[in-house]
């Protein structure tokens, strides 16, 4: 006896449903795709009850012609593609033909629409994949689908559904998605009859701000990579503004929200000593590859996308981000110079940096500190002081072929009027002045840590620190699993002013320290850096040199700095202010909070 028999129509629909309605908020992804889609510049969603008894989407699209209006419920039935071959050049959301059929398996849907070209509309009304109604109705250009009870044959997933407020969330996350890509189309969610959100055509920069708040309007920054692959474009936010929860991570790959971890990850490592360990970058990225190139049909929800060269993608994904954060180096100078009533765009407001002046002098040291417990401090920070000093002259003096940094680093570099600058305190742990009007706290310790990650990496990777030949070289000895590890390090110690010789099984003959510092601290320095330097190689792998430059900040921050007199507080200061990333440490930690006059306004308002 035959046991094999077609499913009905209706199971067939509900299996499929199964995978692609999972929640409201599923079936609000399906019709707001299919609005844009249909060309429409104005979209309306309006959700009762988080969707439980009523998803509507209002569009002024195509519309469909009155057998269309029927055919559309049809699995399998759509308009996008008609050979398999389509499928390589697809420029729509949907393609699969099931959303419309899923629904109506499981909803009561009504569908009123009408083309343009047409007198009359079309109403239909469907249950349970059951026709109740179709007939010519008056209504208005476009289309109109209202999804009532939703899972109201389907028990399980209606028991399964989360609080009011998750599902609202999801349903709110998926207009994002559409949203933040489609910003030249208007759309208005109202919720129980209260509007939610109305977010008119705009550009992308100002459809981020409309979605998530004013608070991004300085925060974001434009990426742009062009090539005949591949074009990037969109917005990241400044790293100071990372945050614990990945919610505001938006990627699109050909107008489409993709999820891509590889794609992600391209972007987070940009952000790489940037922000504090575990936070994650804001972005808004889109990515453009001729179509042929990507496959988006590997799920049902089409959220994945396969590239066929996703490294070369990985490749310039990063390279476009880092050129964004490379120019955002000068963060506080345009932090300090906000006012408010300005609105200068990103771009405008990197013209107004002038070209450099100023450079770090290569030869001396900052920050070295005697570790030997009878040495003042304050000592240490004279050697700083006179570096400064040093430095300070050569910003008047500056020729351009002595200059320490590439041109790159150039760039990066700000020009800092003393005169806008003014120490109100400092303590042991905190200092506390006002730059171009803007009150900044810095925690000494970790803006010090920032500096000389900065400093050393730079030695390791441009400008080697100069070297001191020592007359009468000292012996250290070691032990022995430190003289395998410096023996790893030989020529970052070199770069970083310790040329050290083995001498003996563990021991090793001082020949050169940086020029500023004292051959006797170096048995210690060398033992505590390669301890931290271990330590920190067993729990991140990051890349050597700023494993290593990371290990000697540290070592160097573990005496205390007294910064006493105003000069050595302001010559702190601009050490700080031309770091790349002054407001993180190396080791993730918060360095600076700064407040405008209009936030210390607000506050005691
Ligand atoms: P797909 O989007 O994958 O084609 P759907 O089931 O979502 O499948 O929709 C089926 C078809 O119904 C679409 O191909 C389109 O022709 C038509 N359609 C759906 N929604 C609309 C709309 N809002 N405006 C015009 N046509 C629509
Ligand atoms: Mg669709």
Not at 176 to 181: F, G, H, M, T, V
Request: overall charge negative; glycine content about 4%.
């Amino acid at each position: 006896m035959n046991t094999i028999h077609l499913l009905p129509d209706l199971v067939a629909n509900q299996i499929a449903a199964g995978e692609v309605i999972q929640r409201p908020a599923s079936a609000v992804k399906e019709l707001l795709e299919n609005a844009v889609d249909a060309g429409a510049t104005k979209v309306q969603l309006i959700i009762k009850d988080s969707g439980r008894t009523l998803i509507q989407v209002v569009d002024n699209g195509k519309g469909m012609s009155f057998t269309d209006a029927r055919m559309c419920f049809e699995r399998h039935a759509t308009s996008k593609i008609l050979t398999a071959e389509d499928l390589s050049h697809l420029t729509t959301k949907g393609f699969r033909g099931e959303a419309l059929a899923s629904i109506a398996a499981i909803a009561q849907v009504e569908l009123n629409t009408k083309r343009a070209e047409e007198e009359t509309g079309t109403r239909l009304l469907v249950e349970g994949s059951q026709v109740k109604e179709h007939a010519p109705a008056a209504t208005q250009d476009g289309t109109s689908i209202a999804v009532k009870n939703l899972f109201f044959n389907v028990p399980a997933r209606r028991n399964f559904l989360k609080s009011d407020a998750v599902e609202l969330g999801h349903i709110e996350e998926e207009l994002n998605r559409l949203s933040l890509i489609h910003y030249d189309v208007e759309f208005s969610f109202y919720h129980n009859g209260k509007l939610m959100q109305q977010l008119p055509q705009s550009n992308q920069k100002q459809r981020i701000i409309n979605v998530f708040g004013v608070h991004f309007k300085d925060k974001l920054y434009p990426v742009e990579l062009n090539t005949e692959a591949i074009k990037i474009t969109g917005f990241i936010a400044k790293p100071e503004n990372s945050k614990k929860r990945k919610n505001e991570q938006y990627l699109f790959v050909n107008n489409r929200f993709v999820k891509h971890y590889l794609l992600t990850h391209a972007i987070e490592t940009a952000y790489k000593e940037l922000i504090p360990e575990g936070h994650k970058p804001a972005f808004f990225i889109d990515i453009t590859v001729p179509p042929a190139t990507i496959d988006v049909n590997i799920s049902p929800t089409k959220i994945d996308v396969k590239f066929q060269d996703d490294r070369m993608i990985y490749a310039f994904l990063n390279a476009a981000v880092k050129k964004t954060l490379g120019a955002l180096s000068l963060v506080p100078q345009i932090d300090f110079n906000y006012k408010p009533e300005y609105d200068f765009s990103a771009v405008k407001q990197q013209e107004h940096i002038k070209s450099p002046t100023l450079t770090l002098n290569p030869n001396y040291s900052p920050y070295s500190c005697k570790s030997d417990k009878n040495i003042s401090t304050s000592d240490s920070w004279q050697q700083f002081l006179s570096g400064v000093k040093n430095e300070t002259i050569k910003v008047q003096s500056a020729e351009p072929e002595k200059l320490a940094f590439t041109e790159e680093d150039k760039e990066n570099e700000a020009i800092i009027d003393e005169t806008q600058l003014k120490c109100l305190f400092c303590s042991d742990a905190y200092l506390l002045f006002l730059w171009n009007d803007v009150l900044h706290i810095i925690d000494v310790k970790a803006a010090r840590e920032r500096f000389l990650f900065e400093y050393f990496l730079n030695a390791l990777e441009n400008t080697p620190i100069v070297i001191q030949q020592c007359m009468f070289p000292e012996t250290i000895t070691l032990s022995a699993s430190t003289v395998e590890m410096v023996n790893d390090i030989l020529p970052e110690l070199r770069a970083l002013g310790y040329d050290l010789e083995q001498i003996g099984r563990t021991s090793f003959a001082v020949n050169g320290t940086p020029t500023d510092e004292e051959s006797s601290n170096t048995q210690q320095i060398i033992e505590q850096f390669v301890e931290m330097y271990k330590t920190h190689q067993f729990l991140h792998k990051t890349d050597k040199n700023s494993a290593i430059a990371k290990s000697l900040a540290k070592q160097k921050c573990s005496c205390k700095l007294q910064i006493a007199s105003e000069q050595e507080q302001q010559a702190f200061i601009k050490q700080w202010l031309q770091c790349k990333a002054p407001h993180i440490s190396p080791s993730g930690k918060k360095v600076s909070k700064s407040f405008t006059n209009v936030e210390i306004q607000k506050f005691f308002e």
